[in-house]
């Protein structure tokens, strides 16, 4: 087992890189603890467990439209009959869903109870799992009620990825590519990253994966240092982010956020380009080479309309990133640095999502 160590401001956790199913075993057996595991990871895992008492399992739907409220509801009435009060554990499996819920209840519950989170899904485990962030939505309001609240442990077993559907996969690598493009060398090393990336989707190779998870986990800490709450540098990773989060929005979530993400990226080289900021030819490069094999992998989720700028527009000035009366969008510069700005402009929406409406042919 290989274990890399989280150091941030609320305590340090560990990231335990695990070779098979084993150790659910120890996991489960800790006391007063109470497993939340979403439907579809429940059908396909069901004999990790097997051996658990039902009232310490529960088990909920866990898709984008449950980031609510009432889910959180739901699961405090569950836990405070039971719970051992503040020596209570939360051990969460799942996708990103279930970090975003289990963590804000964690983090609410008896102001703090002990949480043990199991990534199910490429994304989480590349990069949703180790950033302290906890959200639900509200009304049109993505990821708008949260909290910062770190795991006590968290457990990777890429054999979960064996039963993962297409879709979810493709979603994370959108954030994998984001990093190899944020990484210190990235220009330098941009060749190299694109064969990964190309290998990693064609290919699955656990070990690949794996070696590819834990450099996208230490790339993601080197924004993170020193800037846990998202004030700084760590604004950076939002890269793509302005735009994916409201195509998915638009969407209906029916656009992965790894997509999102792809296309977002697409969108503000575009606006980079524009603006002189990013070379052409390296601008054309990246999207052909390294963005839209990856988003047209998944062109059937997309739509034309998702593209109307009113809809984009009234779904960014939503944006819970934004800190002034502009528009925020991260850009990247022609060493691929990346700069946040507050002025983006409505004419440079419309002309981006036109460029990126074109360019996937939709």
Not at 349 to 354: D, E, Q
Request: with cysteine; aromatic share 10%.
């Amino acid at each position: 087992m290989k274990t890399i160590t989280i150091p941030t401001r609320l305590g340090s956790f560990p990231v335990h890189f695990v070779d098979n199913f084993q150790f659910a075993d120890e996991v489960l057996k800790i006391p007063h603890s109470v497993v939340i595991v979403g439907k579809n990871v429940n059908r396909l895992y069901k004999r990790l467990f097997r051996k658990l008492p039902q009232e310490r399992l529960l088990v909920l739907p866990m898709e984008e439209q449950h980031k609510t409220l009432d889910t959180v509801m739901a699961i405090y009435k569950r836990l405070l009959p039971f719970s051992a009060k503040r020596n209570l554990t939360i051990i969460s499996f799942g996708g990103g869903v279930n970090q975003d819920i289990t963590g804000f209840v964690a983090s609410t519950i008896y102001r703090g109870a002990n949480w043990i989170y199991v990534p199910t899904t490429l994304l989480a485990m590349a990069d949703s799992a180790i950033g302290l962030k906890t959200s639900i939505n509200f009304k049109d309001y993505k990821n708008v009620i949260g909290t910062f609240y770190p795991p006590s442990a968290i457990f990777i077993n890429v054999d979960f990825l064996d039963t993962l559907s297409a879709p979810d996969y493709a979603s994370g690598i959108g954030e994998i590519v984001k990093f190899y493009l944020m990484k210190p060398d990235g220009l330098k090393n941009l060749d190299k990253s694109i064969r990964t990336i190309d290998t990693l989707r064609d290919t699955k190779d656990k070990a690949l994966v794996r070696r590819v998870i834990e450099q996208s986990i230490r790339i993601k800490l080197g924004y993170m240092k020193g800037d846990e709450f998202d004030r700084g540098k760590r604004n950076l990773l939002n890269y793509g982010h302005e735009l994916g989060h409201a195509l998915e929005s638009v969407s209906g979530f029916r656009i992965p956020h790894g997509t999102g993400v792809l296309i977002g990226m697409l969108f503000a080289n575009y606006v980079s380009c524009e603006r002189k900021w990013l070379d052409r030819s390296l601008f054309s490069y990246i999207n052909e080479r390294l963005l839209l094999p990856n988003i047209l992998a998944r062109r059937r989720a997309l739509q034309k309309f998702y593209f109307q700028p009113t809809h984009i527009i009234d779904r960014m000035k939503k944006d819970k990133k934004r800190t002034s009366e502009g528009l925020v969008l991260v850009l990247p510069r022609k060493d691929l640095t990346l700069v946040k700005v507050g002025d983006l402009t409505i004419q440079e929406i419309a002309k981006g999502l036109t460029f990126a409406r074109q360019t996937l042919k939709l």
